[in-house]
Structures are given as C-alpha cells and as structure tokens.
C-alpha cells in the first residue's frame, strides 16, 4: 500500500511486508521516499489492543473540515509516528517520522510529509490502512 504526496508525487509512503506471529499483533515495513531520501524501518508492531492508526485516520476523516493545531499519532515503540495539520483549501499534511532503534547508538530518524485532499483521499487512505492492518485485499 503507497501513500503518495498530492502536490508532490516523488515523496511517498509505503507499508509492506505485512506479518503475524500471533493474534495480539501485526507487524510491517514502512518505507519512505522523497528526492535524494529513502528510508525504511523493517518491523513496526502495531498491537490489537493499542489505539492504531486506522483510529487516527478516522479521527481526521471526521474532522474533514478542518482543524486548529496538530494532531499526533505514535506507535507504541514509537518507530513511526504521523502528525496531522489542517491546511485551507481542505488538504491534510500527513508528516509520516520513522525513528527506530531510539534507545541504541546510531539513532537516527526521517520524515516526509504527504498532502491529500480530506474528503475522499483520506477516506480511501483511511479504508486502505485498515484493509493493509487486516491482511485483506482493498
């Protein structure tokens, strides 16, 4: 699943190798790229029981009109992290940070950020994360 700039199409986010030791969990990649940057963090863990990105997603969704200030979103580990802003015109910045290994040497982070339209992009990113977390099709 790729989640691709609106005003910029060579910066995007990509969730892949999707993965399940046991019913508790889900694990995947998550790769991003922009001109002269691509980054990949190989296991994020998303937890059935912790407030997961689909949730965040849906949150915006229904604040498709807009809001002031950011919002914020982490996974438990903190390997990814997506803030949110409400920008005129009815877009959404979604400033996606992977940041593993935070406790070892040699930490290191990078973010990128996607614009996409609050109405149906998000709504159709929304549908496509959840499908991507669930291991269906979209």
Not at 5 to 26: A, L, Q
Not at 75 to 85: E, F, I
Request: net charge negative.
């Amino acid at each position: 699943m790729t989640v691709r700039c609106k005003d910029s199409p060579s910066v995007d986010v990509r969730f892949c190798d999707r993965f399940s030791f046991d019913r508790d969990s889900v694990r995947y990649a998550v790769e991003v790229r922009a001109p002269g940057l691509t980054a990949r963090v190989d296991e994020v863990v998303a937890w059935i029981w912790d407030s997961d990105l689909t949730t965040f997603l849906e949150e915006l969704v229904a604040d498709y009109q807009g809001w002031e200030g950011e919002r914020n979103w982490h996974t438990l580990d903190r390997d990814l992290a997506v803030s949110a802003v409400f920008r005129s015109g009815g877009y959404i910045g979604l400033t996606w940070t992977l940041r593993p290994w935070r406790t070892a040497a040699g930490e290191w982070s990078a973010s990128v950020t996607t614009w996409l339209e609050a109405g149906e992009q998000m709504s159709s990113l929304t549908s496509d994360v959840r499908h991507f977390l669930a291991g269906e099709q979209a």
